[in-house]
DNA sequence: CCGCATCCATGTGGATACTG
DNA sequence: CAGTATCCACATGGATGCGG
């Protein structure tokens, strides 16, 4: 094992913010964790489809980016306990107003997609 | 060539709308045209570092998710432009907070990486 | 319980050449 | 000008097994 992913330069704003939050994972990851700490295991079955070699990966990427913290109890068994910190809870604004405009493309999407729709 | 991406079943709103503006330019794209029309060749121009190829299959899907339009001028030399749709100008709230959050992370991380910052 | 190591399939993305 | 087509390197991501 050696180096964890360094990102290229940001070309811009929105290029450094998307090297952070663009992952397949990690806006879920950050949205489960808007409500305070999660255990790895909860969080793993929390965010399904997940496999255990992914969300360790997009954890530590998190993690070294300064978007969530990583504290470990040293007992048996291993608790590990993860929680946004600064910088990281301040992107929840931006992560609810994003699952608004969603959820209103899904039912825009779904009515339009139904056969016979009054709205056609 | 035959079929265009097809986004697996998104889990909730958050992985809906990373499947959709989640990619290495789609953001970047979407911000560039915020003020408007823009040709492919000021696109490719101006998202630097985007080949050909990647613009083209960002702005397909763009599309095909209805959130740029695309109009082609039949004459020669050919002309193509982009534009925002409804749904896709709805991000642009999201995309400038978002921008806003990573120039201050950007000036954050960079005082905290000087040699003998007044900080530390 | 919370990982890491390894192998392997598939996807992503760059370089180059070509076209209506 | 605005793309396609082809080739290929590397990254992403899944499956499985092992370890403190």
Redesign the pocket.
Known sequence: ?EKR?KHPEPKCGIDYAFQRIG??YKGRILWRLRLGTL???ELRRTVT??????L?QALRELEDDGLIERKVYVEV????EYSLTGPGRELLPFLAQLRDWAKEQMLVNHIEALPGSFLK
Chains 1, 2 share one sequence.
């Open positions: 094992m992913t992952g397949k255990r790895y295991g489809g997940v496999t255990a070699k992914m360790t068994p291993p608790k590990v």
